[in-house]
């Protein structure tokens, strides 16, 4: 893995360094993610997408059972803590998750994904860090996160072995380019396009998310043909002028119906939504 040097990245200060603070962001973010409509075959406020044991209630109910969670990632990452004591607070997490949910995965990816940008933001404070928080997940954790084989029975661990894509972990090794390089410029460029209506934002982000990433969860439900249909229609928005357009609610709603007719659900690109959420309100 090529990483850029310190000095070659853009410079960012982290605004926050409070653990009470930085786990009511990571919580806050994964609301503001629900709280966004249409997101192809995603649970929202309006409707539960492509998923029988989900709703916005159950999403918003995982969200406040995680936020202790973050703090304490926050607060091991103050502490220097490594990947195995991050592993650790992160399947704790899981279990509270699932004892919330009565089982169901809600967060999973999201628990991983925001709880290492929590980290880091905790890390960030005390080790006067001046760079994007995926930076620093991947120049303090990413050689362990990427030194540790896939779980064999996983979703993920299924879809790493059939198609060769890396998943939730390829992407924090990397220091969370589709966060920094996808997300946070479309966030930026829906905003200008729809005047500042910040849920357009949230859905033209989540559209060009959906356009370019291996996401595990489609994959595993439909293979390279469901990952290649989300991408085309993602694309397509997004070529017709994304959220620019009069009427891109109606089409961002018939890309969503057509996800949920083929069970199609961009679980991966929803937690990298939240995650670029998060990083936004703690960097400047
Ligand atoms: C690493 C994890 C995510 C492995 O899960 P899994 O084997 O199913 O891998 P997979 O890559 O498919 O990811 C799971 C979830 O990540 C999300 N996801 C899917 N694709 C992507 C992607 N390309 N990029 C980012 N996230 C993705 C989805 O929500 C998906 O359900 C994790 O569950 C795990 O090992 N947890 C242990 C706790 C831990 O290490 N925590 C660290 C500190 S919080
Ligand atoms: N709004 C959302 N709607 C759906 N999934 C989301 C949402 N936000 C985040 N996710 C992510 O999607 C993942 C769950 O996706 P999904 O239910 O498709 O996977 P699964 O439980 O592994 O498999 P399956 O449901 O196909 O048996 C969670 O780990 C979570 O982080």
């Known amino acids: 893995m090529t990483f850029p040097l310190l000095a070659e990245l853009s410079p960012v200060a982290v605004k926050h360094s409070d ?12 609301i503001l993610e629900v709280e966004t409509w249409p997101k192809p075959g995603l649970v929202s406020h309006i409707d539960n997408g492509a998923h029988a044991d989900m709703d916005a209630d159950l999403l918003r109910l995982s969200a406040r059972t995680l936020e202790p969670f973050f703090v304490a990632l926050a607060e091991a990452g103050a502490m220097d803590a490594g990947m195995d004591r991050l592993r650790q607070i992160g399947m704790e997490a899981e279990g509270a998750m699932r004892d919330a949910t009565g089982g169901v995965n809600t967060h999973r990816g999201a628990i991983f994904g925001l709880g290492l940008l929590a980290a880091a933001a905790g890390l960030a404070a005390t080790c006067d860090w001046h760079a994007p928080l995926g930076a620093l997940v991947a120049w303090r954790w990413g050689r362990d996160i990427i030194g540790r084989a896939p779980e064999q029975d996983s979703h993920g661990g299924i879809v790493a072995r059939r ?13 969370m380019p589709s966060v920094y390089d996808i ?53 397509a928005f997004l070529a017709d002028g994304g959220v620019g357009r009069a009427n891109w609610r109606w089409d961002a709603k018939a890309i969503h119906e057509a996800f949920v007719a083929r069970n199609l659900s961009p679980g991966g690109c929803a937690d990298l939504l939240a995650m670029a959420l998060f990083t936004e309100v703690l960097e400047s």
């Open 19 to 30: 653990p009470l603070l930085i786990g009511r962001h990571a919580a806050r973010a994964l």
């Open 163 to 175: 198609y060769h894509v890396g998943g939730a972990r390829a992407e924090a090794a990397a220091g």
């Open 183 to 235: 997300a946070r410029p479309a966030l930026a460029e829906g905003r200008r396009l729809a005047m500042g209506d910040e849920e357009a934002a949230r859905v033209h982000a989540c559209m060009a998310l959906i356009a370019v990433v291996d996401d595990s969860n489609l994959l595993y439900r439909a293979g390279p043909e469901g990952l290649n249909f989300a991408r085309n229609k993602a694309r």
